[in-house]
């Protein structure tokens, strides 16, 4: 886990942990720029929250690289901020699968390695 202050000045952070773990797996190029970019979205739509730092947790297991965020108490101001909508845009063209979980406190993305999203 990477707990970082939640200010989109540390987005950069988190994309190039989330970067470098996709290079060390041996991803291909194109993988590794999915997983900044989703990594970088994710971790700025948390920092909307009303929450004070970020927990980013990322797995790589089976094909599958997962990142999920803590999510503050404030969802609404997150909405306000940066429509999720936009953000979802971008998540569904390369993430396998993406959502708020039921409790409303992650937001975790699935990204498929190999380019198996380009396949969907």
Known sequence: A???PAAPAYARVVRMCAASLAAV???GLDDVEDVRMAAEEGFVYACATGQDFV???FALVDGEITMD???GDDLDAADS????????VLLDAICEDFGITEDDRTLSLVLST???HDER
């Not at 901020?81 to 979802?88: A, G, N, P, R």
């Open 55 to 57: 927990v980013c947790n």
């Open 25 to 27: 797996a041996d991803l």
């Open 114 to 116: 190999g380019g198996a």
């Open 2 to 4: 990477l707990t970082v």
């Open 69 to 71: 965020f803590s999510l």
């Open 81 to 88: 901020d940066q429509s999720l909508e936009l953000v979802e």
